[in-house]
């Protein structure tokens, strides 16, 4: 019992340490796992970060071939992406399992790299698209200037040819300029297909977006210029060689027809005619001659015509043309008055004798003809007939000679009749003979004519269906040929020349439709051989017939052995396929590493991939084999045979891809298990290589490159090397226990170096950054001050513009400005250093002070400027202002009644109001003026000029307003006067008719009434009394005239001075304002020139109406405002100069009111006559206020 409860203990026992065996298997397999995890996620961290520092070169190809270079190595980044992506795949998958349901900190640390190892790989998709596009687009730059540099290269041939300017001397090498010409044109047009193909491909590629479309754009529309350019001169370059061509083709026509024309001079200056012996062989041939003349004279015309015609194309040529023809029509004249006049000594030397022989030798033609004609033999065959009708054809234009040759005996005969009347009428009886006989002859000439065209159209037909017969059995031969092709190529080149033999005989076919037309029309005009003409079209209908049903049988049967050899070689294509796989499974290569076998492993999927889809193309086969063997094809044996040993091939394939795939699988878990023993220990060491090293940096730049990295370093190593050690840490594994302890230590070691290589990076960067901020300033400072400008502006515009340009830089240097204090870093230094940051500094301070001195300044003269500026613009608008004034007071508004000057007193008033208004803008103005003086101002020599004008013009506008208004003033009384005036006469002239009455009344009560009236009458006399008073006060006018006169008799008195110089104030003065308000003085006059001098009247006294205009102290008379526009003055006078002139009330003439004399100092004078009294008043006063200005002017 005993024995029996320690067994059941024991396999109890057992029971438990099996199970703990296998959970501890477990949990052994699930750590395993994980570390295998974590290796092949650094790993492909590790491949992330080099592939995308890979895919992130922004290397641009500078060539064809190197971008042709760059894209391959990038798609084979894609392959290796494409490689790797179910990897990740399976990564991302083991990391959710693993990371699911926990929230332990390390398994969320691992959650999170997941993610950042999602966006890493999404960003290397997106990175290398984009890389991708920016290949492709550079591929097609370097495309784009390749081709461009051939065409230009084209163009630039095309221009060296066309700038070359030769003008041909003869027609040969016209011809050949010519020639060589179009040549070129062709070898332009064969080029222009590419050229244009460039500035097509340039512009797609501007369409699509690409990132050198502008150099692309301007090179594809330079191109494009140059080539139309180019193709228009290579027109004109034709256009000018036709034409020489054309000009150097008349020539040599007229070359050729002068020589001719020399040649014929030759001949008919021949004196043989004096020779009687042969005289009729003589003239037969002279007449030959003229008609050779004659014949050729359409050559002359036709030359006249083409240089008509190339003188209106080409009017530069006619100078050319021109003596050319009129040379050859010289020329053509005296060879046709040379012939006829050996015509005619060859005529004069024995008309009879010429005449009685030309009958005769017509008459024994015609016999002979006639001869000829009753034993002609019928042609037998086409080439007699070719024969007879060319004899035919030469014995019609015989006839036709002869008949013309009778024509001119017809005209002989008078001339004959005067030298041998008794024998005229044999001679002509003779002529009519033959000429009945000719005209017999034409008959039987045109019926055999139509019977030899009969019979060639017969024989013509008969050969030409024997001809078409031979060449139908040439081709029927080719048809029904029994080669097939022994190969698909084979087999394709004889369908290519059944195709070419169907084309041939598909064209052939109209030429078989003539013949048989041609014999139809034979039967239908009803030939004594149609019934045979009929069966030859039958047989020749049916040949042709039996040759396209034997092509289209022969169409047919290569059309299926097509099939079939397309079969037989898709099957050797695959055969080729498999072969290739075959080798490459049947190789025993094994990767070097674990990262070529994985590559190898991948490469193999995707070859298990082909091979797993190339079962549809076996199957595809299978159907096609099949279908061949069901249709009878005579290859079917042999395709059923290579069907199955596609089949047989491609089962050995897919066993050999399975015995490579294990040997792969066994390789890498090699690989793995001993990189794992290794792995950590390796990069522990290479750790402490990077933090145990010395570097620290150039300047600031690069001691802050180091320290980012070396930061990022820090990071990684610290939560890659945790993570590690860690991992490394649970596992029991006997090996692993034994190298913790090294590893701690490891560890430790690199810890301790990180932290020191921190701290000395940090002391880097704060002195190279104290150095770098120096310079930095310092170079700031110094550009400031070379950017610092000179000008201070050319109007108040530009010198805000300025200032606020200025406010703007001194905001700039503010933000330079800051304190840096070196103190405190300076007391970590000593020795050089510590002198070096101390010299820095100092010039950085005398820097910055002397920049702050040229801004105070440049401020401190843009003020000035600013202030110089709104001065000069106040006084100038003052000074406009003020002319505006003077010339509103100066204007020649002639008011015509009472309210017409208390208008323009209401007006000046305003301009009062106006002056005192700008009181203040004035004093603001003289204010800043004094200013300026007073900080004595670089332009203050210009300033005090202003000042002093402002002042001058403003006391000049000051008095003219007085003087303005004292004149308004005045003509106001001279109108109220007259108002006045008009208003007394006319209550006078009202009741003047009363006064004379002399009704006293007839009865008392009128008498009564009458005395009433009266007594109205009185009292309205007494109410008008006071207004009748009023008219006989002196007004200010009067006054001021008497004064005038008892001053200018006191003077004559005294005799002070010449009479121009006794009346300074009536000589007319110039007009201060004369030049600045225009005309002073415009009106219309009545004129009457008294004397041309001191002794000497004038001719011509009458009163004229006139239009005067005072202006420039010169008065013009004008005969109306039309010819003051033209400045047309009347007769042409000059104008009057006023200084030196008197101006007097005529009171000697009297035959006229309101008369001024105008004397001159030569002694010339004229009447001046105004319209009214009242007008009369104004203008003198008007002359006076004038007279007075001048007198002030030339005072002052």
Partial sequence: LVDCLAQIHHFQVWDILNKKVREHEAKLDEAGDLQRFLRDLDHFQAWLTATQRQVASEDEPQSLAEAEQLLNQHAAIREEIDGYAEDYKKMRAMGDRVTQDQTDPQYMFLRQRLVGLQEGWEELQRMWDNRQHLLSQGLNLQMFLRDAKQAEVMLSQQENYLTKDEVPTSLEQAENMLKRHQDFMTTMDANDEKIRAVGMFGDQLCQDGHYAADKIHKKARNIDERREANRERAQALLAKLKDALALQQFLSDCEELREWIEEKMIRAQDETYRDAKTITSKFVRHQAFQSELQANKERLDQLQHAAIDLGAEKPEFTGTIDPQIVELAHQWEQLEKTTEEKGQKLFDANRQQLYVQSIADMKEWASQLEKEMVREDQPADLTTVNVAMQKQQMIETEMIKKAQHIDQLMEMEPQLEEMHPDELEDIRAHRLAVQEQLQ??????????????????????????????????????????????????????????????????????????????????????????????????????????????????????????????????????????????????????????????RNQIKKHERLQSDIDKFADTIRQLAVKAQKFVDEGSPLSDQIALRQSQIEKLYAGLQDLSKERRKRLDETLELYALHREIDDLLQWIADKEVVAGSQENGQDYEHVQMLQERFQQFARDTESIGSERLIATGHTDAPTIALWKDSLNEAWENLLELIDTRAQMLESSRLLHKFFHDCRDCLSRILEKTHAMPEDLGRDSS??????????????????????????????????????????????????????????????????????????????RDLLLWM????????????????????????????????????????????????????????????????????????????????????????????????????????????????????????????????????????????????????????????????????????????????????????????????????DAFEGTLIRKHTYESLDRKASNRSWEKLLAVLRNNELSFYKDAKHKEENATFHNEPAVSLPGCSVNVAQDYQKKKNVLSLRMPIGAEYLLQCASEVSFLIDVERVRILVKTSQCSLLS
């Fill in 798 to 875: 530009s010198v805000g513009a300025l200032s606020r340009k200025h406010q703007n830089f001194l905001k700039d240097i503010d933000a330079i400005g800051e304190q840096r204090d070196a103190g405190e870093l300076r007391d970590g230094y000593a020795g050089d250093r510590a002198l070096e940051m101390a010299a820095r500094e100092q010039e950085v301070v005398k820097a910055w002070r002397h920049l702050r001195g040229l801004c105070d300044a440049r401020t401190s003269r843009l003020t000035d400027t600013s202030d110089l500026f709104r001065f000069m613009n106040m006084v």
């Fill in 440 to 597: 017999r002859l034409q008959a039987p000439l045109d019926d055999r004519r139509r019977q030899l065209e009969r019979r060639k159209a017969a024989f013509q037909f008969g050969r030409d269906v024997d001809d078409e017969k031979l060449w139908i059995a040439e081709r029927l031969h080719q048809a029904q040929a029994k080669q097939l092709g022994e190969n698909l190529p084979d087999c394709q080149r004889l369908q290519k020349n059944a195709q070419l033999l169907t084309n041939e005989v598909e064209n052939h076919e109209p030429w078989i439709e003539r013949i048989c037309a041609n014999g139809r029309e034979l039967i239908d005009a009803g030939h004594e051989n149609s019934a045979a003409f009929e069966q030859r079209i039958d047989e020749l209908r049916g040949a042709w017939q039996e040759l396209k049903d034997a092509i289209q049988d022969r169409k047919d049967r290569l059309a299926e052995s097509e099939k079939a050899h397309q079969f037989l070689y898709d099957c050797g294509e695959a055969e080729a396929w498999m072969s290739e796989q075959e080798l490459y499974m049947m190789q025993d290569e094994r990767g070097k590493d674990e990262f070529s076998t």
């Fill in 883 to 1078: 002319d505006e004034v003077k010339r509103e007071m100066t204007s020649q508004e002639r008011p015509k009644d009472v309210s017409g000057v208390e208008l323009l007193m209401n007006n000046h008033q305003s301009l009062k109001a106006e002056i005192d208004a700008r009181e203040d803008n004035f004093n603001a103005c003289i204010s800043l003026g004094r200013d300026l003086l007073n900080r004595k101002h670089y332009a203050s020599s210009e300033i005090e000029k202003k000042l002093i004008k402002l002042t001058t013009e403003r006391a000049e506008m000051m008095r003219r307003w007085e003087d303005r208004w004292e004149y308004l003033q005045l003509i106001l009384e001279v109108y109220q006067f007259a108002r006045d005036a008009a208003v007394a006469e006319s209550w006078l002239m009202a009741q003047e008719p009363y006064l004379i009455s002399r009704e006293y009344g007839r009865s008392l009560e009128e008498t009564i009434a009458l005395i009433k009236r009266h007594e109205a009458f009185e009292k309205s006399a007494a109410a008008q009394e006071e207004r009748f008073l009023a008219l006989e006060k002196l007004t200010t006018f009067e006054l001021k005239e008497m004064q005038r006169q008892e001053e200018e008799a006191a003077r004559r008195r005294g005799h002070l001075g010449s009479p121009s110089r006794s009346q300074p104030h009536e000589a007319f003065g110039a007009d201060p304002d004369g030049a600045k308000t225009g």
